[in-house]
């Protein structure tokens, strides 16, 4: 099992540009979420999915879209990035909404906008 | 709405020394706690969680925490630290009921040092 993937690992733009951060799991699990996490703050919650076919917001989604193509893949786009979005962004799954689960973590992706 | 206060950014600590890292939550209504940590250029991964039962809850790579209703407090405890355990580690608060969104705090920057 790889758990949680990303794609890229690494990105750097240039501010106006778009990009999709691409996130897989395999443990047949329902729920996703994307997170991007700022020096001095801890991780932010972007958008999640509780289930196949439904998205939400998050604490800050402003500037940032979200595609779960299926139960395995959960997209993350920047249409016009700016130097605020460079980050590390991290997508992580659970097996469900419950408040009890544990989230699964992907290695991240290390944005920087220019 | 919760919060979370890891006060401490940083803690160095000397191999084999004793460690404790502080986080304090604030809520209106009861909570889970986690504790997740993050090793470098690493995603997070789950160290312990509180749910109910025993305040004493015990951990991977040989971590507790306490959990103390009257302090809001969910300390994070390790009798004998080693090199390994550098690391960022995360005080993460749940609601209850509905959906799992997890607040996190700012992150405690272990430093262990021979």
């Known amino acids: 099992n790889a758990g949680v993937t990303q794609t890229p690992k690494f990105q750097v733009l240039k501010t106006g540009q778009s990009m999709t951060l691409q996130c897989a799991q395999d443990m047949n699990h329902n729920s996703m979420y994307w997170y991007r996490q700022d020096p001095g703050m801890g991780l932010r919650l972007i958008y999640y999915?509780?289930?196949?076919?439904?998205?939400d917001k998050g604490e800050v989604p402003n500037g940032y879209n979200v595609s779960r193509l299926n139960k395995r893949e959960f997209s993350l786009r920047l249409e016009s990035a700016a130097p605020s979005q460079t980050s590390v962004y991290f997508c992580?799954?659970?097996?469900?909404?419950?408040?009890?689960?544990?989230?699964?973590f992907g290695p991240g992706t290390r944005l920087t906008v220019l | 709405a919760q919060s979370v206060t890891q006060l401490d950014s940083q803690v160095p600590v000397f191999e084999e020394a004793p460690v404790e890292l502080r986080c304090n939550y604030s809520?209106?209504?009861?909570?889970?706690l986690f504790w997740y940590v993050q090793y470098p250029n690493q995603g997070l991964q789950l160290l312990l969680k509180y749910l109910s039962g025993s305040t004493l809850v015990k951990g991977i790579n040989g971590f507790e925490a306490e959990f103390n209703k009257s302090q809001t407090s969910f300390h994070l405890r390790k009798p004998s630290v080693h090199i390994s355990d550098t690391a960022e580690y995360f005080c993460a608060v749940s609601l209850y009921t509905g959906f799992q969104k997890l607040v996190f705090g700012t992150g405690t920057r272990l430093l262990v040092s021979p």
């Open positions: 809520s209106s209504v009861s909570v889970y």
């Open positions: 999915s509780a289930s196949e076919g439904t998205t």
């Open positions: 992580a799954s659970s097996e469900g909404g419950e408040s009890s689960n544990e989230q699964f």
